[in-house]
Structure formats: C-alpha cells, structure tokens
T-cell receptor, first 112, second 117 residues
C-alpha cells in the first residue's frame, strides 16, 4: 500500500545535538511538507518542497534544515539552534490542491 | 491571506447524540476545504474534502460537512456519535498564496471531541 513512513516514532535528543527525522513516501507525490505540532497550537509549517532539489521556508524554519535529493525522501534536521525542539513532528505529501495531504504517523521528539 | 477559525476548542457529546464541530474560514480565492481527524500520537487522517463540486460533502465514518459560501463556514456533522469518534479534528483550507507562488494549507487550531458513554 502507498503511504508515508516517518521514523523513528520516538526520538530523544540531548541539548546541543543535531538530530534528523526521516520521511519517505511511495505515493509519487511531488510536494512534501514538515509540520510541528504543539498542544493547543494546531500545526505550524516548518519547510516545504514542491519539487526535487528545491524547498522553501515555512512559518517557523529557524533552527531547522531540510534536503530534497530524491522525490521520495524529505528528511528534517533539528539543529542545536532550535531552542525548544520538544514537539510532535508530522510529515505530509500532496499531488495538488484538490487532493488534500497524506500525513505520516509522526515523530515525537523530546529533549533530555 | 487565508485563515481558519474553529469556534470550539473542546466539544463533549453523549454517545448516540449528534456531533457538530464548527469551522469558519476566510480566503481570497476559491479554496479547497478539508477536515482531518487525529487520534492521540497518530498522524492526521483525511475525513472529507470540498473542492468546488457539491456543497454537501460526505466523508468516512458517517461524517459530512456543508460548504456555505455566504457564511464562510464548513461545519462538520455526524448524526450519532460513537466512542471511537473521540479524537481531535482539524479544519483546513487550501488556497493559492500569491506571495509564495504555490498552494498553501492553513490549519485551524483543532477541536477536541469527547464522547461520553
């Protein structure tokens, strides 16, 4: 079955470390997205990519970085510059406006 | 610029009674509208979508929503709540962002639905 796979499901990070969250899709979708979810704040867009080798900052890109070397993959790195990284991170993909987005099952990142 | 307002952060209903989750939006163009459901520690699942066809949209699990342009609303309803409906629900608008040069999603802040046995 086609879908989006996020890994790991849970991730613990020490202060000052960079960590990378994986997102892979086999839906042949062109666009991919990373969202951060905090309680009571809904979803906030971190980065998005419409095509391979191109990506744009979302509303809260500071402290994060991404790459899009393959259509199927859109990893997110949470750098040490992100001051409050503890959150639930969701990856999504889409073929177009009318289709809606398909979401992965999320990665919960905790700073210890 | 587009925006989405979910009018209730928390709704509580008894099992077997109707569900109404309210959503208002603003948009400059012709938006697509979606409702997603999220169970704890899970991703978001698409319930239904409006894309300028029929204004009454039927989705999965007995949910439906009506697009009312004059009221800029897209409320989600279900005739009879089930315990498994307890989750968080997000209203989402997708519209053209001229500044970004692409379609962008805007999420409401979510409505947590509790179902009382």
């Amino acid at each position: 079955d086609g879908g989006i796979t996020q890994s790991p499901k849970y991730l613990f990070r020490k202060e000052g470390q960079n960590v990378t969250l994986s997102c892979e899709q086999n839906l042949n979708h062109d666009a991919m997205y990373w969202y951060r979810q905090d309680p009571g704040q809904g979803l906030r867009l971190i980065y998005y990519s419409q095509i391979v080798n191109d990506f744009q900052k979302g509303d809260i890109a500071e402290g994060y970085s991404v790459s899009r070397e393959k259509k199927e993959s859109f990893p997110l790195t949470v750098t040490s510059a992100q001051k409050n990284p503890t959150a639930f991170y969701l990856c999504a993909s889409s073929m177009g406006q009318a289709d809606g987005y398909t979401f992965g099952s999320g990665t919960r990142l905790t700073v210890v | 610029a587009q925006s989405v307002t979910q009018l209730d952060s928390h709704v509580s209903v008894s099992e077997g009674t109707p569900v109404l989750l309210r959503c208002n939006y603003s948009s400059s163009y012709s938006p697509s509208l979606f409702w997603y459901v999220q169970h704890p520690n899970k991703g978001l699942q698409l319930l239904l979508k409006y894309t300028s066809a029929a204004t009454l949209v039927k989705g999965i699990n007995g949910f439906e929503a009506e697009f009312k342009k004059s009221e800029t609303s897209f409320h989600l309803t279900k005739p009879s709540a089930h315990m498994s409906d307890a989750a968080e629900y997000f209203c989402v608008v997708s519209d053209w962002d001229s500044g970004a040069g692409s379609y962008q999603l805007t999420f409401g802040k979510g409505t947590k639905l509790s179902v009382i046995p």
